[in-house]
């Protein structure tokens, strides 16, 4: 194995076992912090139905943005639609044979990346054009938009530009996963888009994309509006009545 | 009214959002309380040497106990579109006033000392350390907040900028800076059972004197009974419908609607205050404490059914806690909530609003109306931001809007709403909630009511409305001192329960 194929499959574990662990550890500490009040911002369901169905049209419609501002709405939901569709294609790297629908969405996922890149360049001209987003914006929004856009316009070189050689990458995605390891083709592209998704997993983490696992142990979205018919009481709230 | 000290905004037919101004709220700051009124809640009145510590560890021990603090911490990812809803910001310009600028002032500490990457790259993600001038922002900013949710909304996760403004001044107390205003009513309510400080006796004197009132002016005795045992239904308001133009006029259309159902109630002596400012310093066990004296007076007169009256925060704090604080509601299987719970009529909603109550006897037909009696007014609907984004009546999602406007349209001929993205879920605070009450702060009240203002304006030109009906306490007072600043008639505000009171026929 060369250096090169050492060096990404070593990142790749890496990644991967930060992104899984460090996700899931986000989520264990906000399960395990409790919500002592009832705070739903009402009007809200009074059925825990009623939440599931708010949570899908937050987190597929994103339905409180479009209320607030219709182009970040624009822009956000072309980004986060065409990275989905972007990544559903992306999952016939690590299967064989790839499942029907992956192929199905193939064609969808190509020019969703156009998507997401437009999606993307819309957010950052608001970081620059609106005064008010430009004060709240911080080094690290930049660069957050900076990697996904270089992810994306790379991503997008070898999907309509300089092909990489696919069947070696394939064998490469393919060997991680059943931990027989292939060379990883050197093709500079290639390497710089795998660098900078290794980098974004690596950073989910500790970074404003736990917006993703936050949403749903949102108190004001995740509530049910039933407090006069369920005594709701935190564990160390708890402790208050008994004395 | 004084002439003021600031420039107050002039009315425009749409709130424009404003381009920022920095800094031009940063010299607004509320008096600060002393030792006596910080004692007295357990708090320190100046910042020790360990004021630093002292903060981080509260914060926590918060981000440890509220889950909403932990997640609205990590979520947020600066979008912007919350940045322009704010009635504060729109009537300020200051960009510390747009909530995630809010919630960053406490986030970038929070990553500074919480987070991995804010303590090894703090500038590269806008972390910094705690500092007095930082501290003093915390003040300055958590009291331009009226806790209005009005954010959260808009927000795509929900984040609720009341949630870190509470932590944020719950924190300041535990250092030393706690706001004279909010932290005196805590220890009123407390200490004599209101927030004016009203003695049983003076309260006394009041009831009677509006026996006498009403009898002179309908000829009927409606009665205004106090720490009757025994009684059915024991009514909790704030304790401005006792003592403030135009709150009394309310009490005096509750007393009517009782009387009309021929229902025995009472007040208490005890409980002789439904608003809880423990919501505005958000310390638990204050809230507690304080909503625990209701609990206390209905369990010693032996009530069925708690009704309360026209206040906003209060009516969150009764229907969304109460429960969970006090035990005033259903579902507790533990001897604590059993004890009060096995007491109250379970055919009824406990604690039910005064709106709901009213509407379902008008909805049975056990009250008869003259409509005709309120064709002088004109009136338009205020939603006050806790009873819209924080609670609910009736059985269906937004039941708060539509019940107190039922109400109107049973008693009045003249109903106007207002534009509809300033009501509803999206109504804009009256800009002297959460807190702000106080004439220290006077400017911000008067700019923060800007977008109402503007709303209002339009229906009064449009449709010649003459009445703004509203159903909180602090929506009243506040309106009746900021309507002059924008060339509004300061009588103009008035209760739901006003209006049912005019046209309400007794026998
Ligand atoms: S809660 Fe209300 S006052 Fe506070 S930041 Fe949000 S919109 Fe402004
Ligand atoms: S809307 Fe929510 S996520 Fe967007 S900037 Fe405001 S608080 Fe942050």
């Known amino acids: 194995m060369s250096a090169l194929t050492g060096f990404y499959t070593i990142l790749f574990y890496f990644a991967t076992f930060i992104l899984v662990a460090g996700v899931a550890y986000r989520i264990y500490e906000y399960s395990r912090t409790p919500a002592p009040l009832k705070i739903p911002t009402t009007p809200a369901p009074t059925t825990q139905s009623g939440v599931v169905v708010r949570m899908a049209r937050e987190v597929v419609l994103f339905e409180s943005l479009f209320k607030s501002n219709k182009w970040i709405w624009v822009f956000g939901w072309m980004f986060h639609v065409g990275l989905l569709l972007v990544l559903l294609r992306h999952v016939r790297y690590f299967q064989e044979p790839v499942w029907f629908w992956v192929n199905i969405v193939q064609p969808f996922g190509m020019y969703a990346s156009f998507a997401m890149v437009i999606g993307l360049a819309g957010l950052w001209a608001r970081r620059f054009l609106v005064d008010r987003v430009r004060y709240i914006s911080t080094p690290s929004d930049h660069l957050m938009l900076a990697l996904l856009i270089a992810i994306g316009l790379s991503g997008m070189m070898m999907t309509f530009v300089a092909h990489t050689d696919i069947i070696a990458l394939k064998a490469f995605a393919l060997g991680l996963v059943v931990f027989d390891w292939h060379p990883l083709p050197a093709d500079p592209v290639l390497l710089v888009h795998l660098g900078l998704v290794a980098l974004l997993m690596i950073i989910f983490p500790v970074s404003k994309l736990l917006h993703a696992p936050g949403i749903f142990f949102s108190p004001t979205r995740n509530q049910v509006d039933n407090p006069r018919e369920r005594r709701h009481v935190a564990p160390w709230a708890a402790a208050l009545d008994k004395d | 009214m004084a002439a003021p000290k600031f420039e107050v905004p002039t009315l425009t037919e749409f709130t424009a959002v404003p381009k920022i101004q920095e800094g031009s709220m940063a010299h607004m700051k509320s008096f600060v309380a002393n030792e006596k009124v910080q004692s007295f809640l357990g708090y320190p009145w100046e910042l020790g040497e360990d004021w630093k510590e002292r903060a981080i560890d509260r914060m926590g021990d918060l981000l440890g106990k509220y889950r909403s603090l932990r997640v609205f911490m990590d979520a947020c990812v600066h979008c912007g579109a919350c940045t322009d809803k704010c009635h504060y910001f729109l009537g300020t310009a200051d960009p510390k006033n747009m909530p995630v600028a809010r919630q960053e002032l406490m986030r970038k500490v929070y990553r500074r000392y919480f987070t991995l990457p804010g303590k090894m790259a703090p500038w590269l993600v806008g972390a910094e350390d705690l500092t007095q001038e930082t501290l003093d922002d915390w003040y300055n900013y958590y009291h331009q907040c009226s806790e209005c949710r009005r954010c959260s909304v808009y927000c795509p996760y929900g984040i609720d900028t009341a949630e870190i403004t509470m932590a944020g001044r719950e924190i300041l107390n535990y250092v030393g800076m706690g706001q004279k205003y909010s932290n005196e009513i805590v220890g009123k309510v407390q200490k004599i059972g209101n927030n004016l400080g009203l003695p049983g006796p003076a309260l006394e004197d009041t009831l009677a004197g509006l026996e006498e009132d009403v009898l002179d002016a309908t000829g009927v005795a409606v009665k205004f009974p106090i720490d009757v045992e025994g009684a059915e239904i024991m009514l909790v308001t704030p304790s401005a419908d006792f003592f403030s133009e135009p709150h009394v006029e309310s009490l005096i259309g509750y007393a009517k609607v009782f009387h009309a ?53 209060a009516w969150r704090v009764a229907y969304s806690f109460w429960n969970t604080l006090n035990g005033v509601g259903y579902g507790g299987d533990d001897p604590y909530a059993k004890q009060l719970q096995q007491q109250l009529d379970s055919r009824y909603p406990q604690p039910q609003h005064i709106c709901e109550y009213t509407w379902d006897l008008i909805q049975q037909g056990a009250l008869e109306f003259d409509k005709s009696l309120n064709d002088d007014r004109v009136i338009t609907m205020h939603d006050s931001c806790n009873v819209a984004r924080g609670s609910r009546m009736g059985n269906e999602a937004g039941g708060q809007f539509t019940i107190p406007r039922n109400i109107i349209k049973a008693v009045a001929n003249n109903f106007h709403d207002m534009a509809s993205e300033t009501i509803g879920e999206g109504t804009f605070c009256c800009g002297g909630g959460g807190g702000l009450l106080t004439d220290d702060l006077m400017e911000v009240r008067v700019k923060g009511a800007l977008p109402r203002m503007n709303a209002l304006n339009n229906v009064v030109q449009g449709e010649q409305v003459n009445f703004m009906a509203t159903i909180c306490a602090i929506c009243k007072a506040q309106f009746t001192k900021v309507l002059p600043y924008y060339g509004f008639d300061m009588s103009m505000v008035g209760g739901v329960h006003q209006l049912v009171s005019t046209a309400i026929k007794l026998d």
């Open chain 2, 261 to 313: 159902a021929g229902v025995s109630w009472t007040l208490s002596s005890k409980a002789s205050e439904a608003g809880n400012f423990g919501l505005f310093v958000a310390n638990y066990d204050t809230m507690r404490t304080v909503a625990n004296r209701i609990r206390d007076a209905a369990l010693e007169l032996g009530v069925k059914r708690i009704v309360v009256g026209e206040c906003g925060h």
